[in-house]
Antibody
Framework: QVQLVESGGGVVQPGRSLRLSCAAS????????MHWVRQAPGKGLEWVAA????????HYADSVMGRFTISRDNSKNTLYLQMNSLRAEDTAVYYC?????????????WGQGTLVTVSS | EIVLTQSPGTLSLSPGERATLSCRAS???????LAWYQQKPGQAPRLLIY???NRATGIPDRFSGSGSGTDFTLTISRLEPEDFAVYYC?????????FGQGAKLEIK
């Protein structure tokens, strides 16, 4: 079965960096577009970034453009999110997600999430 | 950016009743690329409907989606106790992909 496991969250000071990882299994990772979605405490869902199956196409939310970078290593079945210049408003649970079909922008499969807290 | 507005913000109903949740887009959603999710406290969201009207794998047939263009609806025909949760709509026809603000379905 499809499994997505995020890691790398924690407490970080404003302006610092953090890298999240998402280990995928149970499907052919190298053929799927992958996404990061976040949820601030007590708030709604916010799509963060998407990456095509081969890493050639990237899309970002305006709120993270220029600060976050999505990448993948298909040989390791792993998705990454490099987060630089972190701000208090980036505090959230970060989920990696996969769609119904290979290029889907919907999110059928989700990880358990990893909490990022940006605080001094 | 397409803004999705969900209504009502909170819906209070009893088990066995019918629930109707609305999602209105600020501009037409391409190819009906509209999804609905259910989220319970402490859990990741669960995909219910994609492509405006297609039920995801394992979703009971009491859940149905309809609509096109800018107006979409999620209907739960007969509420079960486990259906009380927060529901989100999401469009994925245009980047940036966006979610509605959420609608809470609570027990009356």
């Amino acid at each position: 079965q499809v499994q997505l496991v995020e890691s790398g969250g924690g407490v970080v000071q404003p302006g610092r960096s953090l890298r999240l990882s998402c280990a995928a299994s149970g499907f052919t990772f190298s053929t799927y577009t992958m996404h990061w979605v976040r949820q601030a405490p007590g708030k709604g869902l916010e799509w963060v970034a998407a990456l095509s199956y081969d890493g050639s196409n990237k899309h970002y939310a305006d709120s993270v453009m220029g600060r976050f970078t999505i990448s993948r290593d298909n040989s390791k079945n792993t998705l990454y999110l490099q987060m630089n210049s972190l701000r208090a408003e980036d505090t959230a649970v970060y989920y990696c997600a996969r769609g119904v079909a290979a290029r889907s922008g919907n999110f059928q499969h989700w990880g358990q999430g990893t909490l990022v807290t940006v605080s001094s | 950016e397409i803004v999705l507005t969900q209504s009502p913000g909170t819906l209070s109903l009893s088990p066995g009743e019918r629930a109707t949740l609305s999602c209105r887009a600020s501009q037409s959603v391409s190819s009906s690329y509209l999804a609905w999710y259910q989220q319970k406290p402490g859990q990741a969201p669960r995909l219910l409907i994609y492509g405006a009207s297609n039920r995801a794998t394992g979703i009971p047939d009491r859940f149905s989606g309809s609509g096109s263009g800018t107006d979409f609806t999620l209907t739960i025909s007969r509420l079960e106790p486990e259906d009380f949760a927060v529901y989100y709509c999401q469009q994925y026809g245009n980047s940036p992909f966006t979610f509605g603000q959420g609608a809470k379905l609570e027990i009356k």
